[in-house]
């Protein structure tokens, strides 16, 4: 009997208090120098997640260049390839803000702005982009893939 309180009290306290969504997944991080980029030194680290969408924090992304841009255009779409999605779209960030909200629609057509949120509509945001159309590109700058 005594060992069946601590189950019981586990068991309530778990559906009172769900895990927290970093134990219920590993979150991807990506640094540029891993993945065979000698030019620059960034790193891109999954912060938070939903269902749809992922936030990227990306220290330095206000100060990239050209290159450092492309080699993140292709951490959108292999964050996208990782979470099981065809298609990605991107808002940048605002100043001193470094966090990039990274959103996966299911299709060109998809109304972002209604299923992903009203940040997708602004003038930070970015067209969708299909992942297969992206691979050819992104094999060229990162090695791994």
């Known amino acids: 009997m005594k060992r069946l309180i601590p189950m019981f009290l586990v068991l309530v306290l778990s559906s009172i208090y769900p895990p927290s969504t970093s134990a219920q997944h590993k979150f991807n991080k990506f640094n540029s120098k891993e993945m065979g980029v000698q030019a620059f030194d960034y790193t891109a680290t999954e ?40 298609y990605s779209t991107v808002v940048y960030p605002n100043l001193p803000s470094e966090d990039v909200l990274v959103g996966f629609p299911a299709s060109l057509e998809e109304d972002v702005v209604k299923t992903l949120g009203p940040e997708f509509g602004g003038a930070e945001a970015f067209p969708i982009m299909p992942v297969e159309k992206m691979k050819f590109f992104c094999q060229r700058i990162m090695k791994n893939k």
């Not at 050209?66 to 099981?84: D, F, Q, S, T």
Request: with cysteine.
């Open 47 to 86: 912060i938070k997640r939903t269902d749809r969408t992922s936030v990227l924090q990306i220290p330095g992304f206000h100060n990239r260049t050209a290159p450092a841009a492309r080699w993140m255009m292709c951490v959108y779409n292999e964050l996208a390839i990782r979470r099981g999605f065809a």
